[in-house]
């Protein structure tokens, strides 16, 4: 989920017109691959779009809906709710979309179509946290060591 709260687009009917190529930021690349996890039918929608067209390989052709419709990037949660995000059936907030998305993924950057999402992935840490927690784990050991 994007840290901040984006406007529904009441006025979406749901065409897919705007499920082509995806920008995502990592987390939220993390986020689908864990939700992927738990939702088996879902990673088949990206299996069964494999090699079909640019479109968004989450689009279900079968039911036209988005297969990871609450994990979906904030890219998709910003069509019709943003300037420079248009939609055929109108904008319904005044959100200055591109600006956020410069900001937030910047050279982080990955693209859902260019992903395989045929296996799960290991969800990867925060190399920060991970750092802190290593630098707290060797202090235990020492104190330990000390003692
Ligand atoms: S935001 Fe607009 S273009 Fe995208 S699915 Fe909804 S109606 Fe279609
Ligand atoms: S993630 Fe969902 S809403 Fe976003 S482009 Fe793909 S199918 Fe459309």
Known sequence: MPPFAIPEHKGCRNCGACCGIVPASKAEAEEIDAYL??????????????????????????SKQCAIYP?????????????????????????????FLQDSYGDKTIVLNFQDWRIARPVQTNPQREKTRRSAKISKQERSHNA
């Open 71 to 99: 994990v979906r990037p904030a890219t998709c949660r910003l069509m019709g709710v943003a300037r420079g995000l248009d939609c055929d059936y109108g904008n319904s907030a005044e959100i200055d979309g591109y600006a």
């Open 37 to 62: 996890v738990s939702n088996p039918s879902a990673r088949e929608v990206a299996i069964a779009n494999i090699g079909k067209s640019v479109d968004c390989p989450f689009r279900d052709r079968i």
